[in-house]
Nanobody, 125 residues
């Protein structure tokens, strides 16, 4: 599986961005897809995810109510719609997928075997 993340950029606080994660080499409609982010000097943190084909969505507390994760199975692409962006959202954002994630490890980056290359999101104050 190859994942290609895109859509990052520079935005002012309060603005919006939509990240995309296009998959090739495997149909991930039944897999868990998640977004993580990593700021300089910090660990890679869970942001949002869609669990398997149930399409149940999960969010970190810091983004709940501001970000929406979704996927288009026909396009084999996942999205992260980000609104109300804040300077502390600045990070490199990664998409990841795995067929073997379970609910108990959904938020752990070690549960994912396939990763995109990351896309930089910078929010200015």
């Amino acid at each position: 599986v190859q994942l290609q993340a895109s859509g990052g950029g520079l935005v002012q606080a309060g603005g919006s961005l939509r990240l995309s994660c296009a998959a090739s080499g495997r149909t991930f409609s039944t897999d868990t897809v998640a977004w993580f982010r990593q700021a300089p000097g910090k660990e890679r943190d869970f942001v949002a995810g869609i669990f398997r084909s149930y399409d149940r969505t999960y969010y970190s507390d810091s983004v709940k109510g501001r970000f929406i994760v979704s996927r288009d199975n026909a396009k084999n692409t996942a999205y992260l719609q980000m609104s109300g962006l804040r300077p502390d959202d600045t990070a490199v954002y990664y998409c990841a997928t795995s067929p073997s994630v379970i609910l108990s490890n959904l938020r752990s980056h070690t549960a994912y075997g396939y990763w995109g290359q990351g896309t930089q999101v910078t929010v200015s104050s």
